[in-house]
């Protein structure tokens, strides 16, 4: 068997959501090839090359796959998916917006967002906000499939480099089009793959409260910002910052929440963060239920009394 993986990038920098997916696709056993398809992205494939696993690179450089819509990129898969048995994305925007697509076209069913593979054919994913996991056997001829990158470790460089190859590519259906985009630009580390996470709730009260109480304690620890969706909500932060069910799903080394009660969509998109840490004013709130530790306690005192002791420590 050999699988072809689909590359997470921005055509300048591989994303690390596929290094976790690779681990995922390893785990199934046979022969690795990478697609990356983008524009000017010769020093993606270069990167993606030097993965340890990767048997061979499928560069796709075409001015139709620059912004990653959906409809020119699956019908480059659909054409390439003739020698492979498993067809694979991290599940992450583009990969939840191509795949499906793939997998109507081959008429299969698509496995979505796995997070563990017990053999080529069966996999793990969870189901009911994660309340529970299912156990999927697939006996389709092709396997489409996400992976939950935030449930695998990043696979570091190999010894050796694969070889690049030229993929053709296909005609635009035409059906979409890039009409412009917002790219918002911070000094903090990408959501979904930072070590540390500070995240607040509606407890917040505003977005101003968010820059003052929240972003000093971030900005010390080097962490991502994120938010419930009852902020997001609310306004108090953009949508990108959104952890949960219907935001990013993420599982840093350590993730603090504040002002969060912890409804079941929030926590099927944190809980497998490594350390938890919860500020609320609730002591009977539901995260405290999967906190590593918890802080009784008015937030607007205890997140000014957390960073002068972080100042402290240096």
Do not use: W
């Amino acid at each position: 068997m050999t699988v072809l993986l689909f590359a997470k990038h921005d055509n300048k920098k591989l994303n690390d959501a596929t290094r976790k997916a690779l681990t995922a696709v390893k785990a199934m056993g046979g022969a690795v090839h990478v697609l990356v398809a983008g524009t000017g992205c010769g020093g993606v494939a270069e990167a993606a090359a030097k993965m340890d696993g990767v048997e061979k690179v499928l560069l796709a450089d075409a001015p139709q796959y620059e912004h990653r819509l959906a409809e020119p990129l699956s019908a480059l898969i659909v054409a390439l998916a003739g020698p492979y048995s498993h067809l694979v994305a991290p599940a992450t925007t583009t990969g939840k917006n191509v795949m499906p697509r793939v997998a109507a076209t081959l008429d299969v069913m698509q496995i979505s967002e796995i997070i563990k593979v017990i053999s080529a054919d069966t996999f793990e994913r969870p189901i009911y906000a994660g309340n529970a996991i299912q156990t999927v056997q697939s006996a389709d001829a092709k396997k489409v499939i996400t992976v939950r990158t935030a449930s695998f470790q990043a696979t570091a460089d190999g010894s050796a480099t694969a070889p690049i190859e030229p993929a053709a590519a296909v005609a635009d259906p035409g059906k979409s089009q890039f009409e412009g985009e917002e790219v918002a630009k911070s000094d903090r580390p990408e959501l979904a793959g930072a070590r540390i996470v500070v995240s607040g709730g509606r407890g917040m009260g505003s977005g101003e409260n968010f820059k003052k109480y929240l972003e000093p304690v971030a900005d010390k620890l080097g962490a991502a910002m994120g938010a419930s969706r009852a902020a997001v909500d609310a306004g108090y932060v953009p949508n990108d910052y959104q952890v949960g069910q219907t935001g990013k799903v993420v599982a840093p080394e350590l993730y603090v929440a504040v002002g969060i009660s912890g409804a079941i969509q929030h926590l099927a998109g944190m809980k497998d963060s490594k350390v938890i840490v919860a500020i609320n004013k609730d002591g009977d709130a539901p995260i405290f239920q999967v906190a590593d530790y918890g802080l009784v306690g008015d937030l607007f005192q205890i997140m000014p009394e957390l960073k002068a002791e972080l100042d402290k420590a240096g």
